[in-house]
Structure formats: C-alpha cells, structure tokens
C-alpha cells in the first residue's frame, strides 16, 4: 500500500506520486516473499532498458557509446549500476577459480628440474621457489577482485597520459577502464580459465597470452569509439596507451615478485 511519506528518506508524498521525489523508491512498498524476491532479482537482471544483461549487451556491441553516454553525458540511469556488475563478476570468477584451478600450471619451475637438481642446495632453492609459487597462484586464484583493481588504475594512467589533450582527468579514465573490465573479466572467466584447467601446461602461456591480445584488441575498439578517434595517428594513440600500461603493469609484478621470491 501506498504512505503518505518516502519509506526510504522520509519525504512527504502526495497519493498521486508513484517513486519518490527525493530518492525515486517506490512509493508502494510491500513485504517480501518468495515469488516477489526471483521476480525483483530476474528483473534485475534482464530489465530491457537498464538490466545487467542489457549493460552487457551494450559492452559488447557497442562499448564505445555506453562510455561516451554513461561518463560524458550523464545517461547514469539509463544502465544497470557497472560497478554492481563489476563486483558481480569478479564474484563469480573467484568462484570459478575455485572450481578450476587455473593457475596451478603456472610454474616456473617443475618437479622434473627439482628431480634433476646436482646438489642439496639447488634442490632446496628450487623446492623454496615451488613454495613460495604456490603460494602466489593460490593468491591469484583466491583474490582475482584484487588484482583487477590494482591493474585498473595503472591502464588508467597510461590512457591518461597519452590522451591529456582529451580534456578527460584520471578519474574518467579509471572508470571507463573499470566498465570495461566487467566485459573483459566476463569474457575470461568463461572462456580461458577452463581452457588453462584442460588444456596441458606448456599451453597456459599460449592461453594467456591470447586472452591478453583480446582484451588488447575490445579496449582499444571500445577507446577509440569512446573518444571518436579518427585517423590512423590518432587510432595509433590507443595502441600505445594499451602497451604503456602493460609495461607499467609488467614492471610492478617483476618488481614484486623479485622482491618476493628474493626475501625469505
């Protein structure tokens, strides 16, 4: 039934309102139940002017225009909220990892070389780099939302730098790169972390190296949409922002992993 103030902020409301004013909740408000809770979380997901599925529909198709619309224009309420989604994903590719275990091929070192070890003390070496490998792929595996965020704000920057005559700032640039990273994280978790589980190991950096080139590939399709780029110069200018900020990620993880692997 409907009140005559806004359950959510309190604002007075007149019979004939239907959201709220103030807020935009619904002014008739009901208890839950068990067909209300699928029907709300169904709608959620598949509303066709502003559902999650409609935002991934739009990232595939058209990544370009939902930046320029969503960032540049203010059209925030025509989309499904991209940091809920985001949050979504990354929930779901934790609970992938889970189940497939992508990372426990990534090994420097294998039992046959620690097998093969001349002295006691190579072989000692070789077991304590194993360890401590483990030990970072159950990291990557267990905490994959973390790591998203820490490579978001570095591709950030390197967009950031190379297009400061876009009149864009960072936080701009980090959000559009966040947005994107729903569909990218998406496109990984159902396609190359069961292909890292099955396939041999000698291929986990074939996998991952053509999961790289498509995520290379949608980011700069989606900038320069995003930014109308025209011409080849321009065009240009993404690609070397994508490798830009790869070598600043690349930098970062050779930097901690020597220190890790390095320190006891």
Not at 72 to 77: D, I, T
Not at 201 to 217: E, P
Request: glycine share 4%.
């Amino acid at each position: 039934m409907k009140s005559t103030r806004c359950a959510n902020c309190g604002r007075e409301l007149t019979p004939d309102f239907n959201v709220c004013p103030g807020c935009g909740q619904k002014t008739s408000i009901h208890r839950f139940t068990m067909p209300h809770f699928l029907h709300e979380l169904l709608h959620a997901f598949t509303h066709a002017d502003k559902g999650a599925l409609f935002l991934l529909k739009e990232l595939i198709v058209k990544p370009g225009v939902v930046l320029q619309e969503y960032i540049l224009e203010g059209k925030r309420k025509k989309y499904f909220n991209p940091f809920t989604l985001l949050l979504i994903v990354l929930g779901f590719s934790v609970f992938m990892n889970s189940i497939f275990h992508p990372f426990q091929k990534n090994q420097y070192i294998t039992e046959e070389q620690i097998a093969s070890a001349k002295t006691q003390e190579k072989k000692a070496f070789y077991q304590r780099i194993t360890e401590k490998q483990a030990k970072v792929n159950d990291f990557m595996e267990k905490r994959t939302n973390i790591v998203t965020f820490l490579i978001a704000p570095v591709m950030a920057f390197a967009f950031w730098l190379v297009f400061k005559g876009k009149r864009l700032n960072f936080a701009e640039h980090l959000v559009a790169y966040l947005i994107l990273t729903s569909m990218l994280s998406l496109l990984s978790t159902i396609s190359f972390v069961p292909l890292l589980t099955l396939l041999s190991r000698d291929k986990f950096y074939i996998v991952a190296t053509s999961n790289l080139l498509i995520q290379f590939v949608y980011t700069s399709f989606a900038y320069s949409k995003f930014l109308k780029l025209k011409g080849f110069g321009e065009i240009l200018m993404v690609t070397v922002a994508n490798i830009l900020g790869m070598v600043f990620w690349l930098i970062l993880i050779t930097i901690a992993t020597f220190v890790y692997f390095l320190t006891s």
